[in-house]
Each structure stands twice: as C-alpha cells, then as structure tokens.
C-alpha cells in the first residue's frame, strides 16, 4: 500500500514539471565577421538584430549594434579589439547596453560600462538602466522654480540656473569652463544633490586633477566620475554621456536633485563622427553626419524637473563646448544652444585680463533661471546686469576722451568696484547670503570711498565682520532666501561700524609704527 502511494506521488510529481516546462526553442542569431578595424566591425548574418542592441563577440567582449543594412551589420567594439579577426562569430544577446546604477556607485570613478577605473573594491548593487532611455514627457515634467546655486557671484545673480534647467557653458580652451563646472559641484556640498561628472575625451591629467580638486573638498563622496579619456576609443568616448545620465536618472526617479556635466559635447561630437565616418555613413556640414543633432537633443531632454507624482527630483545639466577661436556660431555650438535654456558664455580677452571668471555678461543668459531665483538674490541683482553693460560701454568711451565729467567718473569707479567683486578664487564657492551682502553694498555704492584693489579684501573682512559679530543676519538670509528692508538697513550700518573699526586699527597700527621708527 505503501508501495503504491509513493509510486502515485512521483508520478503527480512528473507530471507537474511535464506541464510546467517550457517547449519553446531557445535560439540565439549568430553571425560571422567580415570586416575588422579601428574599433568597428561589419558581421553577416544576424538578421533578426536590432539597432542598439549588444552583442557578444569571443570570450568577454562587446559591441554596439549602430548600423543595420542589408546582409550585414555594423557594429562598434565596447571593448579593445585585439585577438578579433574575420570570420569570428558573433552573438546577439537581446540586450541593450546597461551600466549599473545606485548608491553603490557614489563616491567612485567608473568607465562608460559601469566598470570601476579607482582601483578599489568591485561595485556591488543589484539594479541596472539601460543607457538609453526617453525623455521624460510633457506631463511628467513640472516648471523649473527652485535654484541650483552655483557659489559663484557672477553667475547666480546674473545668469541662474534652477534644478532641471540645461545650461550650456561655452567657451574657448583655457577660459576656466570646467573650473566653474567644479565649483558648482563643491558648491554642492551639504545642499542634499548628487553630482555626475563625465569626462569625455578628456587628458588623464586633466580628469586626475579634478579629481584630486573634487577629493580636497570632500566633493567626491557625493559625486560619480563617469570618465572616457582621449586614449579611449570612440565607442566608449560616445556611449560616456549616456551612461551618466542612465546613472544620474536612477537618483532622479528617487526623488533626488541631481546635477550632471558633460566635459565636453564638442569632443563627444567628433567621436561621434569618427564612428560615423568608419561605418561609411554619409557626412555633412563639417563631416559630421546628419543626425549629429539628434545625439544631443536625446541626450539633454533627458534632464529635467518630475512632477510630483513622479517623486519630484530633477536632473540639471550643465554641458560643456569649446569653442574655436571665440566662433560661436560653429556648427555643434549653434546646435546645442538650440538645446539648452541659455548659455555661459567665456571670453578669451576678459579672461586675459584678469576678470575671472571670465563671463561675457552679454553673451550669456539663462532662459529659466530667473523664475528660480530666490527672491534675496533677484531683489539686489535687478540692475547689475545693466551696470555692467554700461560701465563697459563708458570705458571703451573714455579711452578716447581726454576729459571726464563727474558723473561719467562716478560710473566708471562703480563698475570697476563692481567687476572686481564678482573676481572669485577658484574652488571658493560663496555662499548665498554673502554673495547677497556684497552686492547690496555694491549696489548702494557704499564702498565708493575704497580704492578699486582694495574692494574685495575689504568685502573679504566685512564678510568675516559679520560672521564674528552679527552671525545672525547672513543666517536669517540664507534661511527665509528674502532681504527685508529691515535686514538692508542692518547691513548699512553693520558696514559703518567696520569702516569704523577698521579706521581705528590702522591709526593704532601707524601709532605704533611712528613708534618704532623714532
């Protein structure tokens, strides 16, 4: 009796795997290669592929689908190319390209493929994204109105960016581009946003010496470094901006603010059009191919501020041109202009002459920036933007004028105060409420009785004054981001005080100094 039920529930055992298992064939496309050179590859066969997909060639390696013709495909290698020859199979693997995604990542320096480049222990999370993916839609976005502050004068009160804004930094070599791109990141610190920064095409000593930047600033444990530098291959130089986003995507779908930089598009371009130019694809303007909008439109879109329904973060992205020569109106810089909610412009000849950073006020504008701006910081900045313009244009007048009027020299020393205030060291971000200080003394032209290369020592010390004295002012501005008529007076006569005080340590200093000499 025994006997039989055991023989019964074996059978019902058999029978239930028998019903549960899976007749449908497991097939996977092969194809042979053809062809094979300078990262890419052309491989008969596969004629189910399709465009983007990855595919398996030899023992650990990988390539892109980016060409689909008739009997044939093209691909480019993700990884080298050695030991690859014709007549090699390949293999579709029905996956598109996926980097991995998570806290994991915070903190490390990783290739395009998610792999580390730090040396140190294998990142480990379970989650995935593909490199691409859609831009969020019409609905799903919600109005760019909170900023993103950059700690650099000059910029947050002339040019804001919010969080979700694509603010283009543009620029010749050598004008400080990426070094306000840094300083945003250090600005970061403590503010609850995520940082990506991707190198692309990049030097190594370059990407090391951000890197060494970002680590003195403990910049670096709220930030991934993406990096593909110019020893890399085209391949991996095009996919390094997607993989960012992919990663700055998963903080954003979280709820997270989440700040990007693309370092730079104009390399990302040329990669883009070696690869094309390989595939034998046909060029145009400049030899790049046809579609080279399309890679950076599809690319930028991707950034924006969620609905609250979708958890409410953002993605900010502040990509990088170089420029020519100052020509702005190349064909990859007018195409991402196109893009993005305004530009940075940085001038060769202000940065030459030592205004830095270099910002070419009337070049540059932020499109949606100003609706983001705290209401402390738009009530002081109304009217620097104009000063500025017409302190320029009355100093290229006034080189032809041998006499000057009152008035026109009064105008002059303002904006020679004003364009000295908004100099900043490198990686010396500045916080929200003393760059508001500053330009309310500037604005009011209380420092007119200083000299032009004394103004931002003696801003320097002011600041410092009410740090040591009045802590509770710049507090309560960066608190409720307003500046009460109240809070304005305070600063007035805050400012009293310290000339004061600084008037009685230099007769005390030259005291002393009579002193001694006698």
């Known amino acids: 009796m025994d006997t039989i039920n055991l023989c019964g529930n074996i059978a019902e055992e058999l029978k239930k795997q028998v019903w549960a298992f899976d007749f449908s064939s497991r097939v996977s496309d092969a194809g042979r290669i053809v062809a094979c050179g300078d990262g890419v590859l052309t491989i008969e066969g596969l004629p189910h592929v399709k465009n983007g997909e990855l595919l398996s060639v030899g023992q650990d390696k990988y390539a892109l689908v980016m060409n689909l013709e008739e009997g044939k495909v093209g691909a480019i290698l993700l990884t080298d190319s050695y030991e690859l020859g014709e007549g090699d199979i390949v293999y579709s693997t029905g996956k598109i390209v996926g980097v991995p995604v998570g ?104 990407v090391n010496s951000v890197l060494q930047t970002l680590k003195s600033h403990d910049a670096l444990d709220y930030t ?136 070419n006020v009337g070049l540059s504008v932020s499109r949606v920036g100003g609706a983001a701006q705290c209401k402390a910081m738009k009530k002081v900045s109304g009217k620097v933007r104009l000063d500025l313009a017409h302190y320029r244009e009355m100093a290229q007048f006034s080189q032809f004028g041998a006499e000057l009027d009152n008035s026109t020299k009064s105008i002059l020393g303002k904006g020679a105060r004003l364009t000295e205030i908004l100099k900043q060291r490198q990686a010396a971000p500045a916080a929200m409420s003393h760059t508001v200080i500053a330009l309310t003394v500037m604005m009011n032209d209380l420092f007119s009785d200083i000299a032009v290369r004394d103004v931002n020592a003696a801003m320097d010390g002011f600041i410092d004054y009410l740090n040591a004295n009045h802590p509770e002012l710049p507090a309560r501005i960066e608190e409720t981001e307003q500046l009460s008529d109240e809070d304005e007076a305070l600063i007035k006569e805050y400012l009293v005080s310290y000339k004061a005080n600084i008037s009685r340590i230099s007769e005390e200093i030259k005291t002393v100094q009579d002193k001694v000499n006698a």
């Open 224 to 359: 991934v470094v993406v990096c593909s530098t110019a020893s890399e291959s085209a391949p991996l130089q095009y996919i390094a901006p997607y993989t960012g986003t992919a990663i700055a995507e998963e903080f954003m779908h979280n709820g997270k603010d989440v700040l990007i930089v693309y370092d730079d598009l104009s390399k990302h371009a040329v990669a883009y059009r070696t690869i094309s130019l390989l595939l034998k694809r046909p060029s145009g303007r400049e030899a790049y191919p046809g579609d080279v909008f399309y890679i950076h439109s599809r690319l930028l879109e991707r950034s924006a501020k969620l609905s609250e329904k979708l958890g409410g973060g953002s993605l900010t992205a502040l990509p990088i041109i170089e420029t020519l020569a100052g020509d702005i109106s190349a064909y990859i810089p007018t195409n991402v202009i196109s893009i993005t909610d305004g530009q940075i412009y940085l001038e060769s000849e202000l940065f030459r002459s030592g205004v830095r950073p270099a910002v």
């Open 103 to 206: 806290d994991a990542l915070l903190g490390r320096v990783v290739n395009p493929l998610g792999l580390p480049l730090d040396g140190g222990k294998p990142i480990v999370t379970s989650k995935t994204r593909s490199v691409e993916a859609p831009a969020p839609a019409i609905f799903d976005r919600a109005n760019v109105n909170e900023p993103l502050q950059t700690g650099i004068k000059a910029i947050d009160s002339m040019i804001p960016i919010g969080k979700g804004q694509r603010e283009l930094i543009i620029g010749d070599r050598q004008t400080g581009k990426t070094a306000i791109a840094v300083d945003t990141i250090i600005n970061q610190k403590g503010k609850d946003v995520i940082c990506v920064y991707v190198a692309i095409g990049q030097k190594t000593s370059s």
